[in-house]
């Protein structure tokens, strides 16, 4: 089965610093990865989507990377402000166990603080 | 621009009550899934469907049925109502396959519906 890892669980920085949100997952047979920004009581946005061929993804200050062979993806966030408070999830497409769908990790809370 | 649009967004069930829950696309997405959402467990896969007329069983199906109709929409629902099915339920949709082409294996979700079950 897979298992998705995300490390902080929560994380607290001032605002303009650099960060890094890490991934894990334990089966590396994956077709894509995909990070999410959630906000309290909203639903999921679509960050940036990497392909398993794929090394890394960049969307304006955002950047994901994968290793697939290690089961790792970090998602980078430059020049954080604090409009990018908010939960963020790692998710991977992954065929297991006679379902398709994506396996989430719990989530990593960052606070931006002004 | 609705992309994928969820009704009702919240709900309050007496226990036994039944219940459907509407998730409809307008991107002509062949794949739909539904999600709950809870405290410290993260997002389960419940139903999926891999087009219209199909449905198949994720990892918490127990306590759900769905139907695919129609290609825009996908239904969940809940027969009889338990606590344990207080949640918040996401649904979601894509294009292609997730072993499919490029970007259009990118999922896109809904707002959520927040169901109590008292």
């Known amino acids: 089965k897979q298992e998705v890892t995300q490390i902080p669980a929560a994380l607290s920085v001032p605002e303009g610093e650099n960060l890094v949100l890490n991934c894990s997952f334990t089966d590396s047979a994956i077709y894509n990865l995909q990070w999410f920004r959630q906000d309290p009581g909203k639903g999921l946005t679509s960050l940036l989507l990497?392909?398993?061929?794929?090394r890394e993804q960049t969307s304006g200050r955002l950047n994901a990377s994968l290793d697939k062979s290690s089961g790792r993806s970090t998602l980078y966030i430059a020049a954080s402000q604090p409009g990018d408070s908010a939960t963020y999830l790692c998710a991977v497409w992954y065929s297991g166990g006679g379902a398709d769908g994506l396996t989430f990790g719990k989530g990593t809370h960052l606070i931006i603080q002004p | 621009n609705a992309g994928v649009t969820q009704t009702p967004k919240f709900r309050v069930l007496k226990t036994g009550q039944s219940m459907t829950l509407l998730c409809a696309q307008d991107?002509?997405?062949?794949?739909m899934y539904w999600y709950r959402q809870d405290p410290g467990m993260g997002l389960r896969l419940i139903h999926y469907s891999v087009g219209e007329g199909t449905t198949a069983k994720g990892e918490v199906p127990d306590g759900y049925n769905v139907s695919r109709l129609k290609k825009q929409n996908f239904l969940l629902g809940l027969e009889s109502a338990a606590p344990s099915q207080t949640s918040v339920y996401f649904c979601a949709s894509s294009y292609s396959p997730p072993q499919g082409w490029g970007s259009f294996t990118e999922a896109f979700f809904g707002q959520g519906t927040r169901l109590t079950v008292v």
């Open positions: 991107m002509n997405h062949e794949y």
């Open positions: 990497i392909q398993s061929s794929q």
